[in-house]
Every structure is written in C-alpha cells, then in structure tokens.
C-alpha cells in the first residue's frame, strides 16, 4: 500500500476520506477526512503540523436557519438571518411584529450555511410537516426540559 504524502506521511492511501477534505484549504489533516482517527489524535497531528485552525468561511458570510421557544407559550418560531445575534435580540425586545407577544425566547437550535438559498431552502422545510417533525425527534431532551 502507498503512502500519500500530499496530506500526511502517516496515512496511507486507499483509505476512506470524504470529500471534504479537499474543500478545506486551510487545514492539511481534518477530522472528516479521516474518520479512523481519534479526536485527540486529530488535534494532536493539527499541534505538530501548525494549522490554522480558522474556517475558510468568514462567519459574517453565514445565513443561518434558527429555532426560537417562547418560554411564554412553549411554541416555536423558525427564521433564517444573516446576523444571529442581532435577530434575537430583535425577537426578545419585541420589534419582531410575528413574535412580540410571545416573549420572551431561548435559542434552542440553529445551523449555518454559507449560501443563502440553503438557509432558505431549510426553513422552508423545517416549516412542513416532516420538518416539524423531524425538529421534535431531534430535540426531543430539549424540548421536553422546556415543557416540564
């Protein structure tokens, strides 16, 4: 078996990487793309190499879906912002016409994506049935500490 020295002399070729790997510039060894390894064997080998361990996304660059509790209600309310921070100070302050006589909120989910359409895309989903429903497997402790 060969050795692929392109991303690290230790690990040889022909095992399973996902793609990935190849998307992140900044890093030579990432988790993903090497799932045999143990995490602390990850962060071990990115000390040794000094690698950067910046996103090669900017975060200001991040649309991000979130799932927002009333903790007056316990109902949902599901968005997609650009600016996280900013959007539920909106929603706990009250100038969010759809939400200010429901709060206030606790941030109990969110995911980011780097297009726009994506974020979008998800909402969208997370508002059909299926998404609901999916919402309520995949937070099934959460949900269920709010609503006692």
Known sequence: MG???????SVPLGLPRLLIAR?????SLNKYAYPFLRKNEWFRSLR??????????????????YILMSLKDH???IGCTKDLERRFREHNTG?????????????????????KSDAFEREQWFKTG?????IRKML?????????
Do not use: A, Q
């Open 3 to 9: 050795w692929d020295r392109s991303l690290n002399s």
């Open 23 to 27: 998307s992140l510039p900044n890093t």
């Open 48 to 65: 040794e190499e000094k690698v950067s361990y910046t996103s090669p996304h900017k975060l200001s660059n991040m649309h991000y879906v």
């Open 75 to 77: 109902k949902l309310y």
């Open 95 to 115: 100038k969010v016409e759809s939400t200010k006589n429901r709060k206030p909120f606790k941030l109990i989910f969110y995911e980011c994506f780097v297009n």
């Open 130 to 134: 299926f998404g609901y429903n999916h």
């Open 140 to 148: 099934t402790k959460t949900l269920e500490s709010f609503e006692g």
